[in-house]
């Protein structure tokens, strides 16, 4: 185990700021560049697993985020060990889905448990985990 540099802890909070904005604006490419070549997301919906497939996997699930807006909160970063880290965060999503007639609201939250890897210099996601997802019912009914 190393110790994290200020410089790499602020490069891993980017990374998961530039995932949610991807997500939010349905960024296909930039969502996957978000993740290291065999880097994989697992969720309600399975595990997805290359880039290719995960800018897909976004692409398919994107009638859901139309008025969403994503954030990670309370994020932690640990298991530090040279070019690989674990970091956990809480998910956040509100939701306006008529933006300016509509109050914000909390849509749903999760947790995520992540690896992630430096390659080529930057910060990617080896391996998303999102676990205890709560969805509120006027945004997922049934």
């Given at each position: 185990m190393s110790a994290i540099t200020?410089?790499?802890?602020?490069?891993?909070h980017e990374l998961l700021a530039r995932y949610w904005k991807a997500v939010d604006e349905g960024d296909l490419q930039g969502f996957g560049?978000?993740?290291?070549?065999?880097?994989s997301l697992?969720?309600?919906t399975g595990t997805t697993t290359g880039r290719a497939a995960l800018a897909q996997w976004l692409d398919d699930y994107g009638p859901s985020?139309?008025?969403?807006?994503?954030?990670?909160?309370?994020?932690?970063?640990?298991?530090?060990?040279?070019?690989?880290?674990?970091?956990?965060?809480y998910m956040l999503v509100i939701a306006a889905f008529e933006p300016r007639t509509q109050t914000p609201?909390?849509?749903s939250y999760s947790r995520f448990n992540d690896r992630?890897?430096?390659v080529g210099?930057?910060?990617?996601?080896?391996?998303r985990v999102m676990d205890d997802?709560?969805?509120?019912?006027?945004?997922?009914?049934?």
């Open positions: 200020a410089a790499d802890r602020f490069e891993i560049a978000t993740f290291t070549e065999d880097g697992t969720n309600y985020r139309v008025g969403n807006r994503h954030m990670s909160t309370n994020t932690i970063i640990t298991e530090v060990d040279g070019d690989t880290a674990t970091v956990w965060s609201h909390v849509a992630v890897a430096r210099g930057r910060w990617l996601f080896r391996e997802l709560a969805l509120n019912s006027i945004d997922y009914p049934g």
